[in-house]
């Protein structure tokens, strides 16, 4: 009779299990394009915090993810693959965009006409921040109106007084260009130049030469490391117009060192990450995970946390609905106003479902230090780098 007992108790143990509904997360980043050095990292944490969840055995719902390339600046392309990631593949919600340009077209077009939640970890316009959403858009990234204050304090702390400008010509570079432009002139400083450069060419020398002939004490690159922007610090290096660059988010990765080693020297800047508990647990697990990811590349502590916000948010919602567990996410993410709720960093999701289902509140830390603020996006802190003996040397977080 135990026998019996015991074999039905894994059998119902088995059923329970295969019961579990299995839920696809679409995984929407710009394999390809201006920052395909970033996404792979990206992409694998996002999915380590899927497996972190579906080991844990805790989840009422087992998650896998689908990946499509939104090109990261192919807004009809974009569109094409998160319409087939809703309509064919039936995902619950979407981990992106990434570039601001193909994200806010996808919110617009795909994601409200089929009320698709989407958390991007790294589409920082400030034009998304009032982007009719109808509710289901957030990011774990913060808005680039803050970076622009962070780039201006930095400058100014250098003792730059006149700055050139130039930005990737797309959604991205333009809303962090007038973010940098109007908070540099708000602390005295001044603009010589501020023009934009198209990504996918092979000479960037008229633009160097426009930016050289107004001249400056440093070159701002509002850019993608592996695209324009690199363009333009090439020809500014093989011309001698500029030796030195302030780079913002968007120019940060080791393809850039990796490419320009020591010719960049003293070039410094700031990429949105985070200097939390969590951040140094997430770098450890990523060194130990398979696939790994480098949890400090830029967007990748924001990818584990999207993803691991967008499941709890499900598992305390109880519900795969859009519609519905899209109410769970700021709840999730910044706990009750009187901070009791228990605060979970990375590695501590089944922690985290345990909490849930016994009804207790949590507040979602992870790797990033997540706090959701006003239209759900990130309060943020900054990394300040330099390149030193070609590579990224960290100064200080803000």
Request: net charge negative; aromatic share 6%; charged share 20%.
């Amino acid at each position: 009779m135990k026998k019996l007992l015991l074999a039905s108790a894994a059998i119902a143990l088995t059923a329970g299990m295969a019961s579990a509904e299995d839920v696809k997360i679409g995984v929407l980043f710009g394999f390809t394009g201006p920052i395909e050095s970033l996404t792979g990292h990206m992409a694998n944490a996002a999915e380590a915090a899927m497996k972190e969840v579906n080991d844990s055995g805790k989840s009422a719902y087992t998650f896998s993810s689908v990946r499509g390339d939104s090109t990261c600046v192919d807004a009809a392309a974009a569109q094409t693959v998160a319409e087939k990631m809703v309509t064919s593949d039936g995902v619950k919600g979407i981990l992106g965009g990434d570039c601001s340009g193909v994200t806010g077209a996808v919110l617009q077009n795909v994601a409200r006409p089929n009320g698709m939640v989407m958390i991007s970890p790294s589409a920082t316009s400030p034009a998304l921040s009032t982007a009719e959403d109808d509710g289901l858009f957030f990011r774990t990234a913060p808005s680039d109106a803050r970076e622009g204050e962070i780039a201006a304090q930095i400058l100014q702390e250098h003792g730059v007084k006149t700055i050139a400008l130039t930005y990737s010509n797309s959604d991205y570079g333009k809303g962090l260009a007038e973010a940098i432009s109007t908070s540099f002139q708000k602390l005295g400083g001044k603009v010589s130049i501020d023009i934009p450069h198209e990504d996918g060419k092979s000479d960037y020398s008229a633009e160097v030469a426009s930016l050289a002939a107004a001249g400056g004490d440093i070159l701002v690159v509002a850019g993608y490391v592996d695209q324009g922007g690199k363009g333009i610090i090439q020809a500014s290096l093989d011309s001698g117009a500029f030796t030195k660059f302030e780079l913002p988010g968007g120019m940060v990765g080791t393809s850039l060192t990796d490419h320009f080693g020591k010719s960049i020297d003293g070039s410094y800047g700031q990429v949105p990450q985070s200097d939390s508990p969590g951040a140094a647990i997430l770098t450890d697990m990523g060194k130990k995970n398979n696939p790994t990811y480098d949890a400090t590349s830029p967007y990748t502590m924001e990818s584990y946390d999207a993803a691991a916000l967008m499941m709890l948010a499900m598992n305390a919602a109880k519900s795969t609905d859009p519609k519905v567990y899209k109410e769970k996410i700021m709840e999730i993410a910044n706990g009750p106003a009187d901070g009791s709720g228990v605060k979970i960093l990375p590695g501590e999701l089944g922690k985290a479902l345990d909490l849930i289902a016994q009804g207790k509140a949590i507040d979602y830390d992870g790797a990033s230090g997540v706090t959701l603020i006003g239209p759900g996006e990130s309060a943020g802190r900054y990394k300040e780098f330099v390149i030193k003996d070609g590579q990224f040397e960290t100064v200080k977080f803000r």
